[in-house]
């Protein structure tokens, strides 16, 4: 496989190391002489010195016979710009970026970049797991679609505990893919399966039904009267 990486920063460099070591044909392209230099004497004469920004410098490191362009420079706007030239006038069947600020990567998602990876949102995510205060993480969005895969942790006064899954009712396009107990012992649920206080619930959905999927699983019990409403009613 042909791959691309520009940017030669400490992330591009052990990217394109451990892509050579597996066996691919990478080529890196990094504006700065001294880190393009740096490339060239470690892992051999993979370096191509420019930026890789430019339609010129895109024609020279063969964009067009590309199998996947990564872009992992510091600068989000550059990153958008590779990635888009990719896609758009080279065609390269698969480009991913890195993004530096969380912020970006729905623009980054809109306009067609296949993959992004966020060190940010990496390290938000496994934060977020300790807090039992956060009900729902991002785990996974899923290529196209606007699907994502997101954890909901089910509080002890939640509607749904002691309810089967197959009578819960979810937002549209919705689907409860896993629970894992309180002792991390994971189950592939069946409509029977009843959800207790504490499980943490792996769901797919789409992105702007995140917020009533969330409520879907952590609205607490109601209570009128004649005692406790059914929040799935509702």
């Not at 990094?30 to 410098?57: F, N, P, Q, V």
């Not at 409860?176 to 499980?199: F, H, K, S, Y």
């Amino acid at each position: 496989m042909y791959v691309i990486v520009v940017g030669a920063g400490k992330v591009g460099y052990y990217l394109a190391k451990e892509l050579v070591d597996q066996g691919h044909e990478v080529l890196v392209i990094e504006k700065d002489a001294a880190k393009a230099e740096r490339i060239a004497e470690e892992l051999g004469d993979i370096s191509l010195m420019g930026d890789g920004c430019e339609a010129s410098i895109m024609e020279m490191a063969g964009f067009g016979r590309a199998d996947m362009v990564i872009s992992v420079t510091g600068d989000d706007e550059d990153n958008l710009v590779v990635c888009q030239m990719a896609k758009v006038k080279f065609n390269v069947p698969r480009s991913m970026a890195r993004i530096n600020n969380p912020k970006n990567e729905e623009i980054f998602r809109k306009l067609g970049i296949d993959s992004t990876v966020s060190a940010t949102t990496a390290i938000l995510a496994q934060i977020e797991q300790e807090l039992p205060t956060h009900p729902l993480i991002k785990l996974l969005r899923l290529k196209g679609g606007g699907l994502e895969i997101v954890e909901v942790k089910v509080p002890e006064d939640s509607a749904v505990v002691g309810r089967r899954v197959g009578d819960i009712v979810l937002p549209p396009q919705s689907l409860i893919a896993l629970v894992i107990d309180e002792n991390g012992e994971p189950r592939v649920p069946g409509g029977d399966t009843v959800v207790q206080a504490g499980d943490e619930v792996v769901a797919v959905t789409r992105t702007e039904n995140e917020d009533a999927l969330r409520g879907a699983l952590t609205a607490p019990t109601a209570y009128g009267p004649y005692g406790p409403i059914d929040a799935q009613k509702r």
